[in-house]
């Protein structure tokens, strides 16, 4: 964050402070940072609060380390999480004592800020493999790593350059590998899901770890600092609400790093709302029944219809704009047109859930991959349409069109185009159709939409889930096929929807 | 049947657009030279040679004559497999066809109109494509409507709400638009019942003496020719066996194919 945005970050919060936000006394204001994790955490503690009938207010996403830090300073969140390594690397750097929590606790207390035990997990640094080849080549923890030499390592930029990292670690336990690539932490894990690498760096309670089935390795040395998941807090919260602050030492010690990771990946990939999974996890972990139902069904489903129509519509309007002009050059060249429609349609043959898993090692997992493959069956439909409306034209229109000196721009524009814009227009019905209906195999790889339901519904035997993907995608299917029948009542020339000789 | 005379009368507004023909009528406006077209190993047109010039010319011969290619030849839609054509002189090539398609009109067989516009916007998109002010175009539609007996309300019908022999007329106007100097008509009779067939037969002519501009029109039926040209040119298997006045095939056929198709096709008490 650069310094000026993080300066009116502070001066908004200082503000707000200001502003006489201290009106409620028995409030408990959590904050979390800008990223899954620490979301999840602060609605699983804002939850667990107001379980205690206390008032409970959730700040979520603030910013990084720092304008939580400041914000908790300045009294404008009372509780936040944090990770016992970036306490000490960047809270409280260069602090003296001998780093235990205990010589933390002090240095922090003296800034009227405590820090509770270990929530129960970690998420460090750590060395990933595929689960197989870990098998495989019977390889637990790091040092084992020793006995192969030629395997290949992709770090983020990050773990590579820094103290802790890839150089200390590699002294450290002596490892011998030299085929050592920097790579982007999602590359990373795309690159490794592939067979591109054999190990990366990654932190311990990633989402993708379960989804990409890879193993952590044991830091038998005890290299890497300790990250453990903590909560910091002001010192008066104890004073000023006791049951909330009895409900938060229960949580000390109760998530296990598996939960964690848990947690994350529902979040992530199966694109359920934090609050959903804050209410789930204290419902069955605590035995706390903290928020019933976080979101009913119409908002839910709602809420997958929309992402729903925005998978359609990113893929199909992309589909449009490359189809069209294809299907143009392949009117107007004979082999090229050839070689187009053989290339198109052997993309269309490819299964679609083939299709939407080969995107993952090209664009990993999330709507990104799903809006690729979706483009991809779309465009043939619309590029065989137009290539048929174009050819279809009667060669005495062109004929006339050339002998009255417009240019072939000209003709295409104001002759071929309008009379194959019904042929063009049936293609991307066409497609559109096809697309809301491919759409829901998104879910599969973390795109969300009306498939997740019934993913979840077939995951669960749930029927009622199910139904719930199912009903709003089949009428949306014929929803999108109405919709291009008006607009084909628009945009189809008059003159074409008129019978001859009527 | 040249008149080189500015009409006057209904048709007097139509002065603008007329050229003033100075040239004699033998004078080429049309010329082939040495002219093959072949489509793959058929021979459509066999080695010609041949000028044209101002008035009606009529090409006529029975299907797979040529005419039609003759015709192709002279749009450029059509290349020549060898020889060349020249029109006003100059060679029809891809570098000269635009401009020389200007001064031309053509009307394709079937009237080609685009059924996506409505009859007006058929026969002012040439003139709009060339940027001529509303003021101009709605003018020149006024001229083309009275010109050629067309209802002016019909203007906004589309072609499927036409009659055939109202598409024809929509058609030559389309041709006409930019006031051609020389003006092409494929069978422009072809397809129409025998009534609307006379009326617009009796108004073609009427036009092409109006304009006084070189016609080209390509047909089959020796009645049509008689009734239209001042110049006949006779096409067999791609040859073109006899060119001159009507009266002179009838009277010296300069092959017998010549007498056995006009003689085909004239009825006893025909004009002789």
Request: aromatic letters at 6%; hydrophobic letters at 45%; a positive charge.
């Amino acid at each position: 964050m650069t310094g000026l945005r993080r300066g009116l970050l502070l001066s908004l919060l200082a503000g707000l402070a200001s502003a006489g936000c201290r009106t409620a006394p028995g409030e408990v204001r959590v904050g979390s940072k800008k990223f899954t994790e620490s979301v999840v955490l602060g609605e699983i503690v804002t939850q667990l609060v107001r379980s205690t009938g206390a008032r409970a207010e959730h700040r979520a996403q603030l910013g990084g380390t720092q304008v939580l830090w400041h914000a908790l300073l300045a009294g404008e969140i009372d509780l936040y999480p944090e990770y016992t390594g970036t306490i000490r690397e960047d809270i409280v750097p260069g602090m003296s004592g001998d780093g235990s929590d205990d010589s933390l606790r002090a240095v922090l207390a003296r800034q009227g800020i405590g820090m509770t035990g270990s929530l129960g997990f970690e998420d460090s640094y750590a060395l990933g493999m595929r689960e197989d080849d870990a098998v495989r080549l019977n390889v637990t923890r790091i040092s084992d790593l020793r006995a192969y030499p030629r395997l290949r390592l992709g770090f983020s930029e990050e773990f590579l350059h820094r103290g802790d990292g890839w150089p200390r670690l590699k002294r450290r336990y002596g490892l011998p590998q030299t085929d050592v690539r920097q790579l982007d932490h999602d590359v990373a894990y795309r690159a490794l899901a592939a067979g591109d690498i054999d190990g990366t760096d990654l932190y311990t309670t990633d989402a993708e770890i379960r989804y990409y089935h890879l193993t952590i390795l044991a830091d038998d040395l005890g290299h890497f600092p300790s990250y453990r998941a903590v909560l910091l807090y002001r010192s008066d919260l104890p004073r000023r609400s006791p049951p909330a602050w009895a409900a938060l030492r229960a949580l000390q010690g109760r998530i296990a790093v598996g939960d964690m990771q848990r947690l994350n990946a529902r979040v992530k990939l199966e694109r359920v709302s934090e609050r959903a999974v804050a209410s789930d996890f204290l419902a069955t972990t605590l035995r706390i029944q903290a928020e019933a139902a976080p979101e009913g069904r119409g908002r839910r489903v709602g809420r997958y219809v929309l992402e729903h129509l925005a998978l359609v519509a990113a893929s199909l309007s992309a589909a449009i704009v490359v189809a069209i002009p294809l299907g143009i050059a392949a009117a107007r060249r004979r082999r090229l047109g050839a070689a187009i429609l053989a290339v198109a349609g052997v993309v269309q043959t490819i299964p679609s859930l083939a299709l939407l898993v080969f995107m993952i090692p090209l664009l990993g997992i999330g709507t990104a991959p799903a809006v690729a493959a979706l483009f991809l069956y779309s465009v043939l439909p619309i590029v065989r349409n137009t290539v048929s409306g174009l050819t279809g034209i009667s060669g005495s229109l062109l004929e006339s069109a050339d002998v009255l000196g417009l240019s072939s721009t000209a003709r295409l524009r104001k002759v071929e185009l309008p009379l194959a814009s019904p042929a063009i227009l049936a293609g991307i019905q066409t497609s559109a159709v096809i697309n809301v209906g491919t759409a829901t195999l998104g879910a599969l790889i973390g795109a969300g939409g009306l498939g997740q339901p019934i993913l979840t519904g077939i995951r669960l035997d749930d029927m009622s889930l199910i139904l719930e993907g199912a009903i709003p995608a089949a009428l949306l299917a014929l929803m999108v096929q109405a919709l291009f029948e008006r607009l084909g009542s628009v945009l189809i020339p008059k003159g074409l929807r008129l019978r001859p000789d009527a | 049947m040249v008149s080189s005379r500015p009409s006057t009368g209904r048709s007097g507004d139509l002065i603008t657009y007329q050229r003033q023909v100075t040239l004699p009528l033998d004078s080429p406006i049309i010329e082939l030279r040495d002219v093959v077209k072949r489509y793959g190993a058929v021979e459509a047109l066999k080695a010609t040679t041949l000028s044209l010039g101002v008035g009606v010319n009529v090409l006529l011969g029975p299907s797979g004559s040529g005419k039609s290619t003759l015709l192709r030849l002279l749009t450029g839609l059509a290349r020549p497999s060898a020889g060349e054509v020249l029109l006003w002189g100059q060679v029809i090539a891809p570098r000269t066809i635009g401009p020389l398609r200007r001064r031309l009109g053509y009307v394709i067989q079937e009237g080609g109109l685009f059924p996506h516009l409505t009859a007006g916007a058929n026969v002012t998109l040439a003139a709009r494509y060339f940027g001529w002010d509303a003021r101009r175009i709605e003018t020149r539609l006024e001229e083309l409507c009275a010109l050629t007996h067309f209802p002016r309300d019909g203007m906004a019908r589309f072609p499927a709400q036409l009659s055939g022999g109202q598409r024809q007329r929509v058609s030559l106007m389309r041709a006409l638009v930019l006031g051609p100097e020389l003006l092409l008509l494929d069978e422009p009779l072809g397809s129409l019942d025998p009534m609307i067939r006379a009326e617009l037969r009796a108004d073609l002519r009427e036009i092409f003496r109006v304009l006084g501009q070189t016609v080209v029109l390509v047909t089959h039926d020796l009645a049509e020719a008689e009734f239209f040209a001042d110049r006949v040119v006779l096409l067999r298997d791609g040859r073109v066996v006899q060119e001159g006045r009507l009266l002179e095939l009838v009277e010296r056929p300069a092959d017998p194919f010549v007498t056995r198709f006009i003689s085909a096709q004239s009825r006893p008490g025909a004009h002789g």
